[in-house]
């Protein structure tokens, strides 16, 4: 659900210093938004704050958001305790994955996006052709 930025209220927050979020818009204006932030009934902010600071400074007007219903000042607290404190980093070594996996598919290049290209463009011919024929599944090749 999408609601106004400015109707969401900040209140007091555990989180004093939301760090720099240079890093955090540039993930968001180039791939949107993944995770929504969290509000209550009230539109009272519960989890999400530096996603929220990122995207106003976008310029955004509007957000996606999850509704929460709460009671009370410490099911708020629990809640914005909890996603930060349950959150776990990645370790060194899932980083260094992350690093070769992204320079194995850079250098791909040119003809694995070719081959991308017709393998979905195999998919799309299939799934009609099962649309038209009214099957399940077409037969092998090899029949």
């Given at each position: 659900m999408k609601i106004t930025i400015g109707d969401i209220k900040l209140g007091k927050r555990i989180r004093e210093d939301l760090?720099?979020?240079?890093?955090?818009?540039?993930?968001i204006n180039a791939l949107g938004l993944f995770n929504?932030?969290?509000i209550n009934q009230n539109y009272e902010l519960l989890a999400g704050a530096?996603?929220?600071?990122?995207?106003?400074?976008?310029?955004?007007?509007?957000?996606?958001?999850?509704?929460i219903?709460?009671?009370?000042?410490?099911?708020?607290?629990?809640?914005?305790?909890?996603?930060?404190?349950?959150?776990?980093?990645?370790?060194?070594?899932?980083i260094?994955?992350?690093?070769?996996?992204?320079?194995?598919?850079?250098?791909?290049?040119f003809f694995y996006l070719?081959?991308?290209f017709f393998k979905?463009?195999?998919s799309i011919i299939s799934s009609?052709?099962?649309?038209l024929l009214g099957k399940k599944q077409l037969p092998p090749l090899d029949q």
């Amino acid at each position: 659900m999408k609601i106004t930025i400015g109707d969401i209220k900040l209140g007091k927050r555990i989180r004093e210093d939301l760090g720099d979020l240079s890093s955090l818009q540039d993930s968001i204006n180039a791939l949107g938004l993944f995770n929504p932030v969290t509000i209550n009934q009230n539109y009272e902010l519960l989890a999400g704050a530096r996603r929220l600071t990122a995207c106003k400074n976008l310029g955004w007007k509007e957000i996606d958001v999850n509704i929460i219903a709460t009671s009370g000042d410490l099911a708020k607290l629990e809640i914005e305790s909890q996603e930060n404190f349950m959150r776990k980093e990645f370790t060194e070594h899932e980083i260094e994955k992350i690093i070769e996996r992204k320079r194995r598919l850079a250098k791909k290049g040119f003809f694995y996006l070719l081959t991308q290209f017709f393998k979905h463009l195999f998919s799309i011919i299939s799934s009609f052709f099962i649309k038209l024929l009214g099957k399940k599944q077409l037969p092998p090749l090899d029949q």
